[in-house]
């Protein structure tokens, strides 16, 4: 591996569809300084034990000028940062009001009651296969489920889908750092703005008529500007990463035909495969927005107070150091402590809410849709490299069951 080009072969899309030789190498050294002074750690424990530092800051405005500041724009967008950047004690308030409607103690029932919702919107997607040859997962089925879902959490009509999936594109894209290309920053931040003002009417209806979901539950306890900025973060948060969920382990499966075989006998297995997936094909690949708010030592190397850190999720889930022939796509794989939500305080907040979408998509897909397999492998991938996963994925299919 050339030095200095490392974060350049990462996001080169060259890479895209088989990014995992390239993880190999990296973690020959755990610690990697770039020529501009970012770190790459890429092994597990170590990913592992940054993520839990308090040390490690989600807040880019603690980086140096000059460094891409993800998150919180130059120019001013009438919106607090969401809490993904930020760090306690902001982070842990915002985090802890927001989980009352979302999840247990306060609410325990919320999201179990949304899975009716969900087997519903399921059904519905997969009788539109029917008397079809071939079908792309990604249009046809992973995409509509999780806004479906987050819609609902949020109370957002499902209708105005087609004006937030154009904002919700451009914020997804301006977390990939392309080197030397800042169009993306300056879209996101019109998109954010739009999303904002869009999210800002919808709150103040919800505050005179409240309704369904957690933007009206949430209303009287946070100011406005809080509560959009929250809205905007979940939305994006919400659904780009389930889609490739979803569409990563449909590919993961349809390219290991004896585990497929397996679950079609053996429907419990949906558990340990659907986390094996987290683990093997991670949809959040790296996160590239941290910085070291001291010196800190790791592995033999200090990162300097102020560099930006990038932690290597798929790189260290591939660990052998952690897990045994980690190359292996392996469902029976014991004690599968993957990095594919993170770790630490800002461990994925929706992953109770992923974990209920995978559940009611991937078993009833693969028990009444007869494949007949992959037409394009690899697949076309989108441009990203962190939120990285097929754009489409077209399969042919022999059949559909009731
Ligand atoms: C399989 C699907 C998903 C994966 C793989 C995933 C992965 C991740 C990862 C790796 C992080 C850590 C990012 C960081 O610290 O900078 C994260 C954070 C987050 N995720 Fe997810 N996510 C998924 C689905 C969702 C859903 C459905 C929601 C919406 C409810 C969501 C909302 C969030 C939020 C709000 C954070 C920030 C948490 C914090 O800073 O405390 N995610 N997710």
New binding site residues.
């Given amino acids: 591996m050339t030095p200095g080009t490392i974060t350049a072969q990462i996001t080169d899309y060259a890479n895209r569809a088989d990014p995992y030789p390239l993880y190999a190498e990296l973690r020959e050294q755990p610690v990697r300084r770039e020529d501009d002074g970012t770190y790459l750690v890429s092994t597990y424990y170590e990913v592992r034990n940054l993520a839990n530092d308090p040390r490690l800051s989600?807040d880019t405005r603690n980086r140096p000028p000059g460094y891409a500041r993800v998150g919180h724009p130059a120019e001013e967008t009438g919106l607090p940062p969401s809490?993904?950047f930020t760090d306690p004690p902001v982070?842990d308030r915002l985090?802890d009001t927001i989980n009352r409607p979302f999840g247990p103690p306060h609410s325990p029932r919320f999201l179990d009651g949304l899975r009716a919702d969900l087997a519903t919107v399921v059904t519905e997607l997969l009788d539109a296969f029917e008397g079809k040859d071939q079908v792309d997962i990604v249009e046809d089925f992973s995409y509509p489920l999780?806004v479906t879902a987050?819609c609902k959490?949020l109370g957002v009509p499902r209708e105005d889908e087609p004006r937030f999936h154009i904002w919700a594109d451009a914020l997804a894209s301006s977390l990939d750092p392309r080197p030397g290309g800042d169009d993306g920053q300056e879209k996101a931040q019109r998109a954010r703005q739009d999303m904002g003002a869009y999210l800002s009417d919808l709150i103040e209806t919800k505050r005179r008529h409240p309704g369904p979901g957690i933007l009206s539950a949430l209303a009287p306890d946070m100011t406005p500007a809080d509560l959009e900025a929250t809205a905007v973060?979940?939305l994006v948060?919400?659904h780009e990463?389930?889609v490739n969920?979803i569409t990563n382990t449909t590919l993961t499966l349809l390219r290991h035909p004896d585990v497929l075989e397996r679950f079609q006998k053996d429907p419990d297995l949906a558990v340990p495969l659907i986390e094996e997936v987290?683990r093997f094909e991670?949809?959040?690949q790296f996160?590239p927005?941290t910085t070291a708010l001291a010196d800190i030592d790791v592995a033999g190397t200090t990162i300097p107070k102020g560099s930006p850190v990038w932690l290597m999720?798929a790189a260290a889930n591939r660990d052998p150091k952690r897990f045994e022939d980690p190359d292996r796509f392996d469902p029976d794989r014991k004690d599968n402590e993957h990095l594919?939500?993170?770790t630490g305080?800002?461990y994925?907040?929706?992953?109770p809410?992923?974990r209920i979408e995978l559940h009611a998509a991937v078993p009833e897909l693969f028990r009444r849709v007869k494949f007949s397999g992959l037409l394009e492998d690899p697949p076309p991938y989108r441009t990203n490299a962190v939120l990285r996963g097929p754009r489409h994925l077209p399969v042919a299919i022999e059949g559909l069951t009731a």
């Fill in positions: 989600n809490f993904i982070h985090r999780p987050i959490v973060l979940l948060a919400g990463t389930t969920a987290l991670p949809p959040v996160v927005w999720l594919g939500f993170y305080i800002h994925c907040f929706g992953a809410l992923a």
